[in-house]
């Protein structure tokens, strides 16, 4: 019986084991619109207390707290709830609502016509390592982005050709101020690649339209660079290869707070062009000296104080066949100088206003000098009735200094709303010196804006700007407005679209011309789907582009012409993007296609033409995989566009353009191949890391006509082709203190 009854009393006790130690039960639900809340964690303020709902939302813990507590339940993406309870020995059942909260992990982001990378918050779609990876970019970043829709394969000049828009209708931009010469002087009929390298910047914003109101005079994009800020480790890197020698360190201070850096690279093709025949004749075998300094400063409040600067020198000569004679020949030389400068300084100055200004100065000279030479390499004068053969001998003096300075106010409105406006300041001092001739132009350029990001949800956001811009040298002024919609159809899908006014300058050499011209006019309208999901990338945008204002060309004599704002036109296509590094183990790819119809009446056109520089189709497969066994990675790209249009156009004697001749190139094909051996990789306690690396581009040979070239009479015609059919690179780098076997592992490096 004495059994029986023990039993009994452990069977009350554990039946009422809250009543008997004096605990309270509390329990409930969590839920946010409607929906469960699952892994929300629910806890008595200042106490260990507590516990995390299920899958359905509800949850349950016990505690021997007594009197008024603070319960708090927090939950990823929600905002934190708090609420007062009494507890008294009884139990406690709640029905709670949870708030969804907009942060930059959830929240819709504006993506209509932009492309971002390096921000981990947001869609990476290439890094630096991307970029450098990218079989047949050459760690060069516009080869990169050529390899992404809505850009055209034009390989006989720099720059990105976007959208139906010309090279000079993009500009770059460094921690926000402009740079003036972003690529090496360029070559006829040879394109230059950039000046700055891909492992300078963490983040980059590639916009093929529609872009903010705080950047102007880009009528079809803008390429928006931001530097690193400190550098993880110290460490000091160099670079060997047939063609380039570098050396450079970053170091890092102590405390974490401050850094300075520089690199040095010379550049000599001299032992390269003696193994691969290039068609020009070079007389001076290009070499290239470049270097850049740098320091960073980190302030207590956060801020950072950055200033960059880069110095480059270059030097080469060529000859070609002169295309108006079967004897004769044209030498070309470049002598050029380059000094940039970049300064900015960004800081949280409180109450939710951060501030960030900069200043850049870069000055850029070219020397050139083109001569008709006989068989022996010897100057060939003409008589003063063959004008059009004088007109090939001259030396050119250009000089171009841009001095700038910028200031930007944020202001939080609350959750991730903002308000930002500023000011900027250009002062362009041009200078051609031809022949005998000095001439010299001068524009002071001023902007204001203003542009408010406007979270109405997590799911919908706007954004709202517009630009205010005055050109001195033309004194004209204009009002550009931006709008900007975003709509979150799903957890990982978005739509967006974008209305936006541009306005650029006509180019300099025009302005020699006549002043009495205004700002050229593009307008936007852009939509865009996206879909980021499960390590895969896929967006789609349709867009039109409006062209007004252009500038036409009137000719009044030979090599002379007046100009005008008289010309038009218009762009529309469709691009797709997808890329997916998950379906297939360790194996990165991405696929771009666009479709373009495009028209302009501008220059010396006699009417609306398509563009020279624009394909209709343009498409490229790029693909990444890294071997983890055998440390090495292989990187193939294959890019196509069908051919583009040509044009011999030439005045009459009535001095209007008609077309001589016309037709199209023939298809671009271009299959290019890189490989990186990374012996490093698996060697514990790793503090150096070395990369032996390879390429080809345009592995099968494929040839490469860009356009044509005539001559005075129309009667010969030249293909532009590049200098030779295949590039070969091969190279080894080396950094000490810092192991980038990860890099190399996750980012195929």
């Known amino acids: ?35 469960p809340v699952p892994g929300a964690s629910i806890t008595l303020k200042d106490t260990y207390d507590g516990t995390t709902t299920d899958s359905s939302g509800n949850f349950k813990f ?26 008294s020995n009884q139990p406690v059942s709640l029905e709670i609502n949870m708030k969804e909260e907009m942060t930059e992990l959830n929240a819709v982001i504006v993506t209509a016509g932009t492309f971002e990378a390096g921000d981990k918050k947001r869609a990476a779609v290439l890094s630096s390592i991307d970029i450098a990876t990218t079989a047949g970019s050459n760690a060069d970043i516009s080869a990169a982005l050529k390899t992404l829709p809505g850009t055209q394969q034009v390989g006989e000049q720099e720059g990105l050709f976007v959208r139906g828009g010309a090279g000079y209708e993009t500009k770059q931009y460094i921690d926000g101020n402009l740079v003036n010469n972003p690529y090496f002087t360029s070559v006829p009929d040879i394109a230059s690649r950039g000046r700055f390298s891909p492992f300078l910047f963490k983040g980059t914003v590639f916009s093929t339209g529609g872009y903010s109101a705080m950047y102007g005079q880009a009528l079809s994009s803008v390429l928006l660079l931001e530097s690193i800020d400190l550098p993880e480790k110290s460490e000091i890197d160099a670079s060997f290869s047939p063609i380039v020698l570098g050396i450079g360190t970053q170091q890092l201070a102590k405390n974490k707070k401050s850094s300075y850096g520089f690199s040095y690279n010379y550049v000599n093709v001299g032992l390269y062009f003696a193994v691969v025949n290039q068609t020009p004749d070079y007389f001076k075998i290009p070499q290239f000296h470049d270097g850049n300094v740098n320091f960073r400063i980190k302030t207590k409040n956060g801020g950072m104080f950055k200033y960059y600067t880069t110095f480059a020198f270059g030097n080469l000569g060529l000859r070609r066949p002169d295309i108006d004679s079967s004897y004769l020949k044209d030498a070309f030389s470049l002598k050029n100088s380059n000094w940039y400068n970049n300064l900015s300084y960004r800081e949280n100055i ?22 008709v030479q006989d068989n022996n390499n010897q100057p060939k004068q003409f008589a003063s009735s063959v004008y059009w053969m ?17 200031a930007v106010f944020e202001k939080k409105l609350g959750g ?41 949800s997590k799911d919908l956001a706007a954004q709202l700007g517009a630009r205010f811009e005055h050109s001195s040298l033309i004194n004209r002024s204009d009002v550009a407005p931006r709008v900007s919609l975003a709509y979150k159809t799903g957890k990982s899908s978005q739509v967006s ?61 030979y090599n002379y012409f007046s100009y005008n704002n008289s010309g038009n036109g218009y762009a529309k296509g469709i691009d797709i993007f997808f890329r997916d590094k998950k379906t297939i183990k360790d194996f990165d790819y991405w696929i771009s296609y666009s479709f373009i119809d495009t028209k302009r009446d501008y220059l010396n056109y006699p009417g609306q033409l398509q563009p020279n520089f624009v394909a209709n189709h343009t498409a490229s497969l790029v693909t990444k995989k890294f071997f983890l066994d055998i440390k090495t990675g292989f990187n193939v790209t294959y890019s196509w566009a069908t051919g583009r249009p040509y044009y011999n156009i030439l005045p009459d004697a009535s001095n209007k353009f008609y077309i001589a001749d016309q037709g199209k190139t023939k298809d671009f094909s271009s299959l290019n191949f890189s490989v990186n051996w990374v012996p490093s990789i698996g060697k514990e306690n790793a503090k150096s890391f070395i990369v032996f690396f390879a390429s080809i581009n345009n592995i099968l040979g494929s040839d490469q006509i860009y356009g044509y070239n005539y001559s005075y009479n129309g009667a010969v015609k030249s293909p532009v082709t590049n200098p030779a059919k295949r590039f070969y690179f091969i190279g080894c780098f080396i950094s000490w203190g810092v192991d980038r076997t990860q890099d190399a592992i996750n980012n195929n490096l």
Do not use: C
């Open 390 to 406: 004088n007109a090939k001998n001259f030396t050119l003096d250009n000089l171009q200094n841009l001095t700038l300075g910028r």
């Open 416 to 456: 991730l709303s903002a308000l930002r406006f500023g000011g900027e300041y250009w002062h362009t001092y041009y200078r051609p010196k031809y022949k005998d001739s000095l001439f010299k132009q001068i524009d002071n350029y001023t902007a204001v804006f203003a542009e408010a990001s406007i979270y109405i």
């Open 497 to 557: 679209v974008a209305y936006g006014i541009f306005y650029q300058k006509p180019e300099s050499q025009q302005l020699f011309y006549s002043t009495n011209v205004g700002f050229t006019k593009a307008t936007h309208y852009i939509m865009n789907y996206q879909k980021i999901y499960n390590q895969r990338t896929f967006r789609t945008e349709v867009y039109y582009k409006k062209y007004e204002d252009l500038v036409k060309q009137v000719p009044v004599g």
């Open 350 to 371: 409180g109450n939710g206003w951060k501030m960030t200004l900069g200043a850049s100065f870069s000055t850029n000279l070219d020397k050139l000098e083109q001569q």
């Open 62 to 87: 016990s505690t021997t707290e007594k009197g008024d507590h603070i319960l708090v339940i927090t939950a990823v993406s929600y905002k934190p709830y708090e609420q007062k309870i009494s507890l």
């Open 1 to 35: 019986m004495k059994k029986y009854s023990l039993f009994i009393l452990l069977f009350m006790l554990v039946a009422n084991t809250d009543k008997a130690f004096g605990q309270s039960v509390i329990s409930g639900k969590v839920f946010s619109k409607k929906q």
